[in-house]
Nanobody, 130 residues
Framework: QVQLVESGGGLVQAGGSLRLSCAAS????????VGWFRQAPGKDREFVAV????????YYADSVKGRFTISRDNAKKTVYLQMNSLKPEDTAVYYC???????????????????????WGQGTQVTVSS
């Protein structure tokens, strides 16, 4: 398994931007798809975006499509989430998670498949003020 550590969260005004990072340890990182999820207070955890093991395929939740961009640098063992045009409803703890598998991003288009993510970071807080 890989170990994942998120960073880059903080407080930002609505309309602003943040870039989250998910740093991995472990020699097999390049065989893992990595997803970003978030959980707001009192709400269930929800899917945000996923990137395939190769970085060539991505998939986004409708709520962030066009505003967020997921990318990865396998040489640095890091996945990024660039968040633009942030809204107060984006406020949440953001988690990255890994799933070992050579699938494209769209493979993770159902909750059942997203439930396969089994290597979780500790989370980073993002707060968007209005």
């Amino acid at each position: 398994q890989v170990q994942l550590v998120e960073s880059g969260g903080g407080l930002v005004q609505a309309g602003g931007s943040l870039r989250l990072s998910c740093a991995a340890s472990g020699r097999t990182f390049s065989t893992y798809a990595v997803g970003w999820f978030r959980q707001a207070p009192g709400k269930d955890r929800e899917f945000v975006a996923v990137i395939s093991w190769s970085g060539t395929s991505t998939y986004y939740a409708d709520s962030v499509k066009g505003r967020f961009t997921i990318s990865r640098d396998n040489a640095k063992k890091t996945v990024y989430l660039q968040m633009n045009s942030l809204k107060p409803e984006d406020t949440a703890v953001y988690y990255c998670a890994g799933h070992r598998g050579l699938y494209g991003g769209s493979y993770y288009d159902t909750d059942d498949r997203r439930a396969q993510f089994d290597s979780w970071g500790q989370g980073t807080q993002v707060t968007v003020s209005s």
